[in-house]
């Protein structure tokens, strides 16, 4: 296949057709088709590396962690922490002990508004979360609200998707207790301003939980930079397994804050009258974790360390802009957010097919892309729409890929039209 002009193949020092031999799933296919998968903002694919990883961990590596007095089991340990270490060592955060092991964002989430929330928030105060947020930043805090009496309120966003800055200035007053807002918006791509978003908030000496989850695969993250209270991702869109996420959060609020989850691990001593808990992060891990996960989980971050973020994140931007560009011209179609700065989602409409149907035809040709409501039915009815199809490139994305889809959606046309 030839590569279209108007994208050089390695522009940014970054070779996608090479780093694509790393995952053996790429050479399957589906429907008799040679898979294009752009479905990487749902789940990102695995390498080679994390893979043989987390199998090296099964054949030669694996005890339960933290109890075992044998070699084994202090390897595993050893191999578990140096996980954390790498990834706090990815997002910049200045100590391992405020990296959690989590099951995924979702839980990461949970845990805040459960701890932190149920502890420190009474009726009345107020959370202030965006327009632009998955169901995972939206609905633990209703559940908090349920117990405590809280109040949520809602930054709008503006017809491009874009976070309504000033607006939220307005809404940051004496009773905000926390902000919790995503970095990248998984439905349309929207990058939002994290460093005004905290500023503003501090500036209230109002703390600040980051969703990363769509940040951490296509940008570099640094939490000092940022000086965000918490900051949370799922470690299977970063090209690790599933299972395995991660909570970052500043050593003084998790020191403040009860646990989350009782059991193994998270004490120091139990009678029947009175527990001690553990340090952190261990107070904040109760039960044999993921182990495996959190190794693989390192074995991805080394993966994308070695390709480089930065070199990633142009080749996505590349593949964003050749998509946006290519798309525009398919008849009846609308995308669905514009921001100014995006990551590598596009979402989309066609005014003669539901996304529902632009799935299935698309799937028919091999191409993997995600239709529905992307679990931020706020967001659609803000747009009002029930439903988009979506696009999501990550590393492995080419051109070719987006000529795919572009086929594709014309076939969907010819059906449709
Ligand atoms: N936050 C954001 C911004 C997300 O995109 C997702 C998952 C979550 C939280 C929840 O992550 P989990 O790993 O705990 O489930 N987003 C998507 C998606 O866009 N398509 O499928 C899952």
Known sequence: MTKPATLDPRPHGFD????????????????????????????????????????????????????????????????????????????????????????????????????????FLKEGDEIILSALEHHSNIVPWQLLRDITGIVLRVVPVNNAGELEIDAYAELLNTRTRLVAMTHVSNAIGTVTPIHD????????????????????????????????????????KLYGPSGIGVLYGKAKHLEAMPPYQGGGDMIR?????????????????????????????????????????PEIMAHEQAVLHYATERLSRIRGLRPIGTAREKASILSFVLDRAHPHDVGTVLDGEGVAIRTGHHCAQPLMERFGIPATARASFGLYNTPEDVDALAAGLEKVLEIFG
């Open 197 to 236: 978003i905290v500023r503003l908030a501090h500036e209230r000496g109002v703390p600040v939980l980051v969703d990363g989850c769509q940040a951490v695969p296509h940008q570099k993250v640094d939490v000092q930079d940022f000086d965000c209270d918490f900051y949370v991702f799922s470690g299977h």
């Open 16 to 119: 996608a057709w090479r780093a694509r031999e790393d995952f053996p799933i790429l050479k399957t296919e589906a429907h008799g088709k040679p898979l294009v998968y752009l479905d990487s903002a749902a789940s990102a694919q695995k390498p080679r590396a994390v893979i043989e990883a987390v199998r090296h961990v099964y054949e030669a590596e694996y005890a339960n962690i933290h109890r075992g007095v044998y070699e084994l089991s202090e390897k595993t340990t050893a191999a578990f922490e140096g996980a954390r270490e790498k990834v706090r060592a990815f997002l910049n955060a200045p100590e391992a002990r405020e990296i959690l092991f989590v099951r995924g964002a979702t839980e990461g989430i949970n845990l805040v508004a459960q701890s932190f929330g149920r502890a």
């Open 269 to 309: 001593s139990v009678t029947f009258e009175k527990t001690d808990y553990n340090v952190i992060p261990h107070k904040f891990e109760a039960g044999t974790p993921h182990i495996a996960g959190a190794i693989g989980l390192g074995a991805a971050i080394d993966y994308l360390e070695g390709l480089g973020i």
